[in-house]
């Protein structure tokens, strides 16, 4: 082998999971076909979920710093979603461009010693038993062989390992020739998001923080393809047809069109090859949620690899990749492809019935905790298995302990048992184990899996004959 696991693809989801299998002492390289680092931001909405996971990793800090924060969503033109009543501390989406998100995740798999091999493509792969051997070429054609014990296609929408797999990527078009300008606006709007769609038109306004903006545009009347040329005009006029103002729509740093579909693979594992992220599943930009749901299907991904790896992690827990995010990347395109098709709602009576029903769901609780729920990815949990208690796949919140917090405790890819006092300790833990009290007492003991999820609830006498046969001690 050359390495334990080879990552293709040094996106958000590919760096993410790189750096949670470095930390976990596994050996781990990334392919990367682009040879630089790319300065153009697609996702631009980093969502709560996705910042309590860079908490755990001790990155939230550093990434907070490179944008602004949005507390509240306008999902259409008058109806408002506040994101400050979900049960966490990031009750806001940040805004900030992918590159920064990329940058923060880089900088920890670089200070970790990971290799990325930038400018190295894969063309296809073939697996056996015992490992997976993958051919790439370099930008002057030299062809390489790569053989390592599991292999993550985290290459992208267009994902090679995917094909190879010979998966298909069923779905269809959501969404054709949007328009996509970062600008500096003269007169920006005084609420940090416009959205607004009239009609033939739709757009799309929101902050970067640092002075410029994101707009999307779209107009029924002139469907062309990706690779037309856009002028800024052109989103300037779509802008103020849907938000009665371009806001003094200035220079331009990025023009282009794009469309999107709503695509899903229907195994996240063949063999020794799991796929993550966009390579996985795919939608419309609208609730910023790619990015975000694919570096939690690395987070959920890591840490079960590096089981694998470590020799404790069977068959069985590298499977529940698949049975726990499946299900989630299946509802991120049914709530995403819900929005869009809300928002371009053509007829006037159909908006008008829209605002109206959706502010009234809206303001019922249980309504509001499922929508903010499942656009911050703070409400998602996974099946509890047969005859476990019903809490165990839930997502564990930053709890205070005696000294410190949960996420911290987590960080470095640990087991936490949380809940016993020192003398009641079950000892000895296993290696993958530490443990910690918190501030206050809880009914039972929990252990939090390293991507912050239950993974067992019981009583200080049930654990050890428990984690001797789940940690294989
Ligand atoms: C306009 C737009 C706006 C968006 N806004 C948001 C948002 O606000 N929030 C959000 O969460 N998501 C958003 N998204 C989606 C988000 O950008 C993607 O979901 C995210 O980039 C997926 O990350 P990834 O790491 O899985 O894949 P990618 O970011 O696509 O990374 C894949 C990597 O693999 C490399 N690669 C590809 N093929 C190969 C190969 N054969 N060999 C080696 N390397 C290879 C690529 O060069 C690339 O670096 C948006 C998307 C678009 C188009």
């Given amino acids: ?66 944008g602004t924060t949005v507390r509240e969503l306008r999902l259409f033109a008058t109806v408002r979603l506040d994101l400050g009543v979900l049960p966490t501390e990031y009750g806001s989406l940040l805004v900030t461009p992918q590159y920064q998100t990329e940058r923060v995740l880089r900088q920890r798999v670089d200070e970790l010693g990971v290799p990325v091999l930038a400018g190295v493509e ?78 033939d038109a739709f757009a799309f306004v929101a902050p970067f923080g640092d002075g410029w ?53 229907p195994r996240y594992r063949v063999g020794r090859v799991f796929l993550a992220g966009d390579a996985a599943h795919c939608h419309s930009p609208a609730g910023g949620q790619g990015m975000n749901t694919g570096m939690q299907d690395a987070a959920n991904l890591g840490w079960k690899l590096g089981a694998a790896v470590r020799g404790w992690g069977d068959d069985a827990l590298l499977d529940t990749y698949h049975a726990e995010r499946h299900p989630v990347g299946r509802a991120v395109l049914r709530s995403s492809g819900a929005i869009i098709r809300l928002a371009m709602i053509r007829s006037r009576w159909g908006r008008a019935a829209r605002n109206t029903l959706a502010g009234l769901l809206l303001r019922l609780p249980p309504v509001r905790a499922a929508a903010t729920g499942s656009i911050s990815a703070i409400g998602f949990r996974y099946r509890a298995p047969r005859g476990a208690d019903r809490r165990v796949g839930s997502r564990v919140p930053n709890l205070a302990l005696r000294t410190g917090r949960l996420y911290d405790a987590l960080r470095g890819g640990r087991f936490v048992l949380v809940g016993a006092a020192a003398g ?43 984690a001797r046969e789940y940690f294989r001690t």
């Fill in 213 to 265: 903006y994101r707009v999307f545009a779209w107009n029924r009347g002139h469907q062309v393809d990706d690779s037309a040329p856009l002028e800024l005009e052109e989103v300037r006029e779509v802008t103020r047809r849907a938000l009665g103002t371009d806001f003094g729509m200035g220079e331009a740093r990025w023009l282009s069109r794009f469309h999107s579909d709503e695509r899903q693979v």
């Fill in 1 to 66: 082998m050359d390495t334990d696991v080879l990552v293709v693809g040094a996106g958000p989801t590919g760096l993410l999971l790189a750096g949670d299998l470095a930390e976990a002492g596994v050996r781990v390289t990334v392919l990367e076909r682009r040879a630089s680092e790319s300065n153009m931001t697609r996702a631009f909405a980093v969502h709560a979920r996705s910042m309590e996971q860079l908490e755990i990793r001790g990155l939230a800090d550093q990434l907070a710093k490179t």
């Fill in 424 to 466: 009641e300790l079950p000892l000895p833990l296993p290696p993958q184990v530490d443990a910690v009290t918190p501030a206050r007492p809880l009914d039972r003991l929990l252990l939090v899996r390293p991507d912050g999820y239950l993974g067992w609830v019981g009583t200080a006498d049930e654990f050890p004959a428990w």
């Fill in 122 to 199: 894969v063309l296809g792969l073939t697996q056996d038993g015992d490992g997976v051997e993958v051919t790439t070429r370099t930008a002057d054609g030299a062809t390489t062989r790569y053989r390592a014990a599991y292999v993550v296609g985290a290459d992208g929408v267009g994902s090679t390992v995917r094909k190879a797999l010979g998966l298909p990527f069923p779905g269809h078009s959501v969404i054709k020739s949007m328009m996509l300008a970062d600008v500096r606006l003269s007169a920006p709007p005084a609420d940090v998001l416009a959205v607004n769609g009239v009609g």
